[in-house]
Each structure stands twice: as C-alpha cells, then as structure tokens.
C-alpha cells in the first residue's frame, strides 16, 4: 500500500468519527516535521507532477468517499474537505522551505481552501482546530517577514481601492478574516449562551486578524469586525482570559488611534485587570497604551502604578512630560518629548503628545497666570 493510501486512510478515519483533534495534529505544515511528510511529499511529486491533470483530485475522492447514512455525532468527507485535502497534498507536492516566497504564497492558498472546507454547515466544524493551527503558523510566518523588507517587496498583493497594492500582512488579515466570518455566522449557540461549535473560536480569529491589521497599521480596516461584533458577537466574557484580555487590548489600541481616548482608557483598563500579575510583558504591552490614554484625558499616572515591575522604566518617559504639563511649561515639555522622542515616535505616541497634550499645557499656563 503507497503512502499515500495509508495517509489518507487515516485522515478518512479521523473525519468517520469527527476528530478534528486528532485531524489537526495529522496535517502539518511547517518543516519541523517527521520524515514521513517528506517521503509523502516525494510520492506525490513522482505519480501525481504538477501538470494540469486531475489524477490527484481523483485520487483523493477515491480514498474519501463520501458518506450516505452518518450516525449521530460521527462525520463524514464532503467536498469540500476532499478539495482541502487534495490542495494539503499539493502543498508538500509544491513547498519549498528554503524560498520563503514560495512557502507564503503555498501556505495562503491552503488556508483559503480551508476556509472553504470549513464553511460546511454539517461538517465543517471538525477542520476548526486545523483552522486555529494552519491561521497560526501564517500569522508567525508574516509577522517574521515584516523583518524582512527585500522579501516583502516580491510579494505583490492586489489592488485597493485606492490604487495602491495590498501588504503582505494585509492578504493574511484578509485571509484569516475569512474563518472569523465564518465562525461568527455559526448557528450552534445562541449569542448569550455558552459558544459551541464554531463559536468557540470567534474572539481566537479576531485577535489574529486584529494583531496582523496593528502590525501593517492599518487598524482603520477592523471597523467592520469590531461592528460585527458589537452587533452579533457572543458575549466576551464567555471566552477564556487569554483571547478577552487579547481582545480589550486591541479594542483599546483601535480607540486610540481614533482618538477616543476614555474608551481606549475603560478597555485597557479592563485587559490590565484582567491580565495575570506572572504575565510581565503582556501587562507592560497594556501598559504601553493605558497610560498615555490616561494622560490626554488629562489624568496623570501615580507613583505607585509606576513602581510596580511591569512599569519599570516608564516614570522616565512619562514624569518629565507629566510634570511639564501640569506646569504649563512649554519648554520642559519639548525637551521631555526630544528626551525620548525615539522611544515615543517608535509607538506612534510622540505626534500625539505633542498636539494632543497642548490644550492641557495651555490651561496649565492660563491658571498659573492668573494665580499670580
């Protein structure tokens, strides 16, 4: 029996009884794999070349029929699954890990045909978890290409509608949108009741899609989902602690850029809270944001908030700009400013302090004008 047989023999087990576990952890991607993978993707590339034919689609029909009479609570290929699983073998018929380039461009196409495959009212659900690993390893492929500027320019995305080409993170946020959408429009769970089905990874895709939107700045195009969500989306606090505070984050980080700086306050706030004390770097992350939304509604950050560790060094950036405010001190609030200027510009915060927190240094100096 070829190997591929034996590996569709088992996928076809794995769909029989709807173990989308078991499917998730069969039908790797990334090139830390075992060497079966490799001899797979070698068989397939001698009987099955990339020359138009569809010998392998047969194939794999063959090997997964389709079932007529399902037990409940059992499962069964469909086709799409079959065209998934038939795009899955020529991922590795077609990959080569040395060409990033080419790793992307194959990885996009796959997922694309697994949000199709997952869009099955009746089946679709046992690909979530492939879905939740395959948007994952995507998601950490792009966001390591944004390192790569020489790479990111051979990638070509397509037109917006403003005439400018698409980025890299862009088409994955696109193609990640696409389980979020169906995810969010499952029917298995009402809005206010615990999620089932695909409702269980509705916040998971989003905070995906929101980190690579942040990552090409470009959180303006989160408009929609956060009105999806506010509209239909089940109720945050039935989702663990990690995709809720993930989610107030980036919720945060959208009302910042929008300048509505108290909603971006309660969300951080919120996500702070929410966040466990042993998570350092993701409360700093919170940090980062918080503080400054507080400052441009003119609240300034006590000396307790900035003692604590996951503070450490941010009463140096922000003290000497706090104290110049609330002096009306325009040239100590330029040098606080220049001080740190990369630091601030590296975030987006320095444009925003140096306009928004005028109207304070203003009423600062107006006051203690009419003090004396």
């Known amino acids: 029996m070829s190997l591929a047989i034996q590996f569709l023999t088992k996928i076809r087990g794995f769909a029989l009884e709807a173990d989308g576990a078991s499917l998730k952890d069969w039908l790797q991607v990334e090139n830390d794999v075992p060497d079966i993978y490799y001899n797979l993707a070698h068989e397939i590339r001698s009987n099955y070349p990339d020359n138009g034919s569809d010998a392998l ?3 794999v029909d063959n090997c997964l029929p389709e079932e007529d009479n399902v037990p409940e609570g059992k499962g069964s290929p469909w ?4 065209s998934f ?3 899955y073998l020529e991922y590795w018929r077609d990959v080569n890990f040395d060409d990033v380039v080419n790793v992307y461009t194959r990885l996009s196409e796959l997922l694309i045909s697994c949000a199709n495959a997952l869009a099955n009212p009746t089946y679709g659900v046992m690909l979530l978890p492939t879905s939740m690993a395959l948007s994952e390893s995507l998601s950490k492929l792009v966001m390591s290409l944004t390192r790569q500027p020489e790479v990111l320019a051979l990638i070509e ?3 917006t509608g403003d005439g400018e080409s698409k980025s890299v993170v862009e088409m994955a946020a696109d193609i990640i949108q696409k389980f979020f959408t169906s995810c969010l429009g499952d029917r298995s769970s009402t809005r206010w009741a615990p999620p089932k089905g695909k409702k269980v990874a509705v916040y998971l895709f989003a905070n995906l899609t929101l980190k690579l939107l942040f990552a090409c700045e470009k959180s303006h195009l989160a408009v929609q989902m956060f009105t999806n969500l506010s509209t239909s989306g089940p109720a945050l606090a039935l989702y663990p602690a990690s995709q809720r505070v993930t989610f107030l984050y980036y919720l945060g980080r959208f009302n910042f850029d929008n300048a509505h700086y108290f909603r971006a306050h309660m969300c951080l706030e919120e996500a702070y809270r929410q966040c466990h004390t042993s998570f350092l770097k993701h409360r700093r ?3 980062t944001w918080w503080i400054p939304s507080n400052m441009l ?10 003692s604590r560790p996951d503070a450490a060094g941010f009463g140096e950036v922000f003290l000497p700009i706090c104290r110049a405010v609330r002096s009306g001190n325009f040239v100590a609030f330029r040098a606080a400013l220049e001080g740190k200027r990369e630091w601030l510009w590296e975030r987006g915060l320095y444009l925003v302090f140096l306009y928004r927190l005028k ?3 203003w009423r600062s100096l107006t006051r203690k004008t009419y003090e004396i």
């Open 57 to 59: 689609e047969k194939f």
């Open 79 to 82: 086709p799409g699954f079959n």
């Open 85 to 87: 699983i038939k795009d």
């Open 157 to 159: 995305g397509d037109e």
């Open 285 to 287: 992350q919170i940090l």
């Open 297 to 306: 509604c003119g609240r300034f950050p006590s000396v307790n908030l900035l």
């Open 359 to 361: 109207p304070l240094l």
